[in-house]
């Protein structure tokens, strides 16, 4: 299982496929293989795929439990540096998402293209307080703490509350960017949501495609948002990116 040293992190990645470089950005409560195990069989067939865990998240190791999407954005530009990738195509999930998008607007040198999966662009804090540990507590939802130590129990050494506490301070703040930033993006761009994606949805997602010049958009029919996970729809995610990577 591979790391590198990234900053302050043992920085854990997969890497699987040949071809141009794809860089997958996962969601927040995620990590790598779990975000994006719909499209790993499509995509390294054609592709050398790039799963790394975020700090904070996954099989990511550091002594600080703290992290942010600007943090983030910092972190991937030195994986790429160490694993010696000048440019990369960006698929990122929500947080992932946001992710990309930090990197098309301040570090466009390194951005081939980019596609997001349920991110509007804009800071919306709607829902996060079902997120927080103290709410997950109150409710005894003892499956989501399971959850949330199994997944991340390397990253934040079993403290699953500040990992539920820094996620939601990272939702409460970001994206922080303008329209005006938002207008600078250059790269092919493909923005993608659920139909039922309460945090998107095709309202915001055609507002995020309005905003950058010559981009694409696409709302999957009776998706959430997931859309392109198992049982979802996987199937045309995959085909509509494919499609617009070559």
Request: net charge negative; with cysteine.
């Amino acid at each position: 299982m591979p790391y590198v040293k990234v900053f302050d992190l043992e920085l854990f990645y997969e890497k699987m496929g040949n071809g141009d470089n794809i860089i997958f950005l996962h969601s927040g409560y995620s990590r790598g293989i779990l975000a994006f195990a719909g499209q790993m069989l499509d995509f390294q067939k054609r592709y050398t795929c790039y799963f790394p865990d975020f700090r904070g998240h996954g099989r990511t190791r550091c002594e600080s439990l703290e992290w942010s999407t600007p943090q983030i954005v910092d972190d991937i530009l030195q994986f790429m540096t160490q694993l010696d990738i000048p440019k990369a195509h960006f698929i990122g999930y929500s947080l992932g998402g946001n992710v990309g998008l930090y990197l098309a607007v301040n570090h466009p040198e390194r951005v081939i293209s980019l596609t997001t999966i349920g991110t509007s662009g804009f800071c919306d804090p709607s829902g996060v307080e079902e997120f927080e540990p103290e709410w997950i507590l109150e409710r005894g939802l003892h499956d989501t703490i399971n959850q949330m130590i199994e997944r991340h129990k390397e990253a934040h050494k079993g403290n699953w509350e500040e990992f539920m506490r820094q996620s939601s301070q990272d939702w409460r703040l970001y994206p922080q960017l303008t329209e005006d930033q938002l207008r600078s993006i250059e790269c092919p761009s493909l923005f993608i949501t659920g139909e039922h994606d309460q945090y998107v949805g095709e309202e915001r997602v055609k507002h995020l495609a309005s905003l950058v010049k010559g981009s694409h958009y696409l709302v999957v029919p009776n998706g959430s948002h997931r859309p392109h996970m198992v049982r979802e729809n996987p199937a045309l995610v995959n085909d509509t990116i494919l499609q617009f990577l070559m």
